[in-house]
């Protein structure tokens, strides 16, 4: 299973939307939110144009949550928000997922899990604590000078970088 991942979004529905079209390339069959949406037409834009499911975190900059539970609402049970902090299983993979990097360190370093996703940094990462990989897509706002996302291979293990044409 191909598990896309994003995070800071930051209303940027330009690279989203660019990221969202390269995501319909790789098969990926769930996607991943780390956070910072920020205003609930993000949240749609995603909904619309990724058909299978989404779980999403909160994260610093997202303000409504009403209006962000409203529109997950509309989409049948696709639409997921987790709150601050979220736990799945997906492709035989035991993955958490938040916003925040330093508690997101401290989950993996406790080994339950395969992989461990944050945001919040705007930058890459990936790196094996013990046995679970922690990474961090990027982001996908581009205001530190390249928009990323993360493609996942429950398979394999490996997190993908993949960088967002401008």
Same mark, same amino acid.
């Given at each position: 299973? /191909?598990?896309?991942?994003? @995070? *800071?979004?930051? *209303?940027?529905?330009?690279?989203?939307?660019?990221?969202? +079209?390269?995501?319909?390339?790789?098969?990926?069959?769930?996607?991943?939110?780390?956070?910072?949406l920020c205003a609930p037409? @993000? #949240?749609?834009?995603?909904?619309?144009?990724?058909?299978?499911?989404?779980?999403?975190?909160?994260?610093?900059?997202?303000?409504? =949550?009403?209006?962000? @539970?409203?529109?997950?609402?509309?989409?049948?049970? /696709?639409?997921?928000?987790?709150?601050?902090?979220? +736990?799945? +299983?997906?492709?035989?993979?035991?993955?958490?997922?938040?916003?925040? =990097?330093?508690?997101?360190?401290?989950?993996?370093?406790?080994?339950?899990f395969d992989l461990v996703?944050?945001?919040? *940094?705007? /930058?890459?990462?990936?790196?094996?604590?013990?046995?679970?990989? #922690?990474?961090? =897509?990027? +982001?996908?706002?581009?205001? #530190?000078?390249?928009?990323? #996302?993360?493609?996942?291979?429950?398979? @394999?293990?490996?997190?993908?970088?993949?960088?967002? =044409?401008?």
């Amino acid at each position: 299973m /191909r598990i896309a991942v994003v @995070s *800071d979004i930051h *209303d940027h529905i330009w690279h989203l939307e660019k990221a969202l +079209e390269h995501i319909k390339g790789t098969g990926a069959e769930a996607l991943i939110c780390c956070g910072d949406l920020c205003a609930p037409f @993000s #949240l749609k834009q995603m909904a619309d144009e990724f058909d299978g499911p989404i779980h999403v975190v909160f994260g610093n900059n997202d303000g409504d =949550p009403l209006l962000l @539970s409203q529109v997950a609402g509309q989409y049948g049970g /696709r639409v997921t928000l987790h709150g601050i902090y979220a +736990e799945l +299983e997906l492709g035989g993979r035991q993955i958490a997922f938040m916003h925040y =990097p330093q508690p997101a360190r401290r989950i993996a370093q406790a080994g339950v899990f395969d992989l461990v996703l944050y945001g919040h *940094d705007h /930058r890459w990462h990936h790196e094996l604590v013990g046995c679970t990989l #922690l990474a961090n =897509p990027g +982001e996908v706002m581009g205001r #530190l000078g390249i928009s990323t #996302l993360g493609i996942y291979d429950t398979e @394999s293990g490996e997190f993908q970088r993949v960088e967002i =044409p401008r």
